[in-house]
């Protein structure tokens, strides 16, 4: 049996050496691959289209076109990519605006190396790795004001940190279908973004 090809990440960063540290990190995975660098929202969605990575890993503040900006604009053209954000604070609005618009991920700069590449694999394979600190920002900003009942139950279990394995367990569902919920919660937020 053939092995599985690398995931292919573009990573859109305007500070070179923050870029050579993820670069050195994905060097040592064998199921990562960095296909591209880019050093602007602009030269991002350029090197997107030429290279058609798998996943993105995008700084939010960058010069010429931030983050947010380019991702509406690689999600527009290229929706099969995935998105992650990186941000220095999460303090900020970012964290919603770049669920609406289209981000898969969010993570701040300072996340450990570990938890950066399981995030690229989670997204990769189509998961919706939703961090405690994101689902919180989502129920308080009334983002999930368009979310069933169910959806808002399982982000509030995820916001008090509990995992989908847990969640499945307290909620008496199959942990496939919280996964499939969490799923759901980011399709719905993206809908303004999403190409039909």
């Not at 060097?27 to 990575?53: C, F, H, I, K, Y």
């Not at 010069?63 to 690689?74: F, N």
């Not at 981000?103 to 996340?111: E, I, P, Q």
């Not at 995820?158 to 969640?167: P, Y």
Request: glycine share 8%; net charge negative.
């Amino acid at each position: 049996m053939g092995e599985m090809s690398p995931i292919r990440v573009l990573l859109v960063d305007d500070h070179a050496l923050f870029r050579k540290g993820v670069a050195e990190l994905l060097a040592t995975e064998r199921d990562v691959r960095l296909v591209g660098e880019a050093g602007d929202g602009a030269q991002a969605l350029e090197m997107a289209r030429d290279l058609m990575p798998d996943v993105v890993l995008m700084d939010v503040s960058m010069p010429v076109v931030d983050g947010l900006e380019a991702t509406r604009r690689i999600k527009a053209e290229i929706p099969c990519v995935r998105i992650v954000i990186l941000t220095v604070s999460d303090g900020d609005r970012s964290l919603v605006e770049a669920v609406r618009s289209g981000a898969h991920g969010y993570l701040r700069k300072t996340v450990e190396p570990q938890a950066l590449l399981a995030t690229i694999r989670a997204v990769a394979r189509g998961e919706a790795p939703i961090s405690r600190t994101m689902a919180a920002r989502l129920l308080a900003d009334g983002a999930a004001d368009t979310l069933t009942a169910r959806e808002r139950e399982v982000l509030g279990l995820v916001a008090g940190g509990k995992r989908s394995n847990e969640i499945s367990a307290t909620l008496g569902l199959a942990e496939s279908v919280i996964k499939n919920h969490l799923k759901n919660v980011l399709e719905k937020l993206h809908l303004e973004w999403r190409v039909v």
